[in-house]
């Protein structure tokens, strides 16, 4: 399996990059987050893969960090959600926003990137509830069940110090995916609290 590629990016678009390693070009299909994040063609750039082999068919699909990466692992585990589903939602979503909305069980916010309907979104967010709930109550973000976490973001810190109040994380993930996140910590625990407490 490719990790990573590291090398000059020949060309880019929205949707793919083509990278030259050592001389070879790789095709590699990104969302566009990805492809917004990357330097423009000529300079030096770097895509964690995933090599996808079918019979017909050998694609490879990179992301602009691991957490990124291990979060499409994550959404095209999910029945019914192939690579191009998984592109899509990650074009309009941070991995951080895929957790909140998954946590929270707020399917709608999937039904956004185009080709995921309702169904498809409503079966993301059953599925991954659970998984990523657990990676936000521990203060990990976005943790998928492969690689390390990744770091804190004050979203992610929130919906932990929540949990530890004695909220569940769905509640917890809910109440936080409300909150302008870049706001503080502290003052996204102060609005997801009130808006709790409310709910009570």
């Known amino acids: ?10 060309k880019k678009s929205l949707d793919s990059v083509v990278i030259s390693c050592a001389g070879v070009g790789y095709y590699v299909q990104v969302p566009a987050t990805t492809g917004e994040a990357l330097p423009a063609p000529g300079q030096e750039g770097t895509v964690y893969t995933i090599m996808n082999v079918t019979e017909n068919d050998v694609s490879l699909y990179g992301f602009a960090n691991e957490e990124q990466r291990d979060c499409f692992k994550m959404l095209t585990a999910v029945t019914g959600v192939g690579p191009k589903a998984g592109l899509s939602i990650l074009s309009i979503m941070s991995p ?3 957790a909140l909305a ?11 990137a185009s080709g995921v309907g309702p169904k498809l979104a409503q079966r ?27 770091p804190s973001s004050a979203p992610a810190q929130a919906v932990a110090a929540l949990v530890s ?20 910590v502290q003052d996204i625990i102060k609005v997801a609290l009130r808006s709790l407490s409310r709910a009570r």
């Open 124 to 150: 993301i967010a059953l599925e991954l509830k659970d998984k990523v709930g657990k990676g936000l109550a521990n203060g990990n973000g976005f943790s998928g069940d492969m690689g390390t976490p990744a």
């Open 96 to 98: 951080e926003k895929v």
């Open 165 to 184: 109040l004695g909220y569940t994380p769905s509640d917890a993930a809910a109440a936080v995916a409300r909150v302008d996140e870049t706001l503080p």
């Open 102 to 112: 998954a946590s929270s069980g707020d399917y709608k916010a999937f039904t956004k």
């Open 1 to 10: 399996m490719i990790y990573c590629l590291t090398g000059k990016i020949l």
